[in-house]
């Protein structure tokens, strides 16, 4: 399967998923992890770490799945994208513009989306001993 979600932890301990992309995706593809991670699904809410470094394309469909996720009153969940082929950064800056999200962002390195993920779970953190 060209995606791949798998539970894991963060340096600090805190879970997160790790999201494996390779090769092409197609709808199929795309849906099969959206049931996982979106609302209801066992990987619900929790914080993503994305890999895109062996993603060749994302076909259309695939996108329009993306596009149209999810419940848009349901919390958003962190999410961490790791973009190396310019192509891939096109189309997904494209999903995230559509999706207006605001807990998602690239970046280059994976050690850069480790130290995001862990700053947004440490202010969440916070904020929830707060109130």
Do not use: Y
């Amino acid at each position: 399967m060209p995606l791949i979600a798998t539970l894991s932890q963060l340096p600090s301990g805190a879970r997160c998923v790790r999201l494996e992309g390779r090769g092409d995706i197609t709808k199929e593809d795309a849906g099969a992890v959206s049931k996982e991670l979106g609302a209801g699904g066992p990987l619900s809410g929790i914080p993503i770490l994305a890999l895109t470094r062996d993603v060749r394309s994302v076909s259309p469909e695939a996108r329009h799945v993306w596009v149209g996720r999810g419940d848009l009153s349901a919390p958003a969940t962190w999410t961490a994208v790791v973009v190396t082929n310019p192509v891939i950064r096109v189309s997904t800056n494209f999903v995230m513009r559509i999706n207006k999200a605001k807990r998602q962002r690239l970046f280059a390195t994976e050690a850069q989306v480790v130290q995001w993920l862990e700053e947004r779970i440490k202010e969440d953190q916070a904020r929830a001993k707060v109130e």
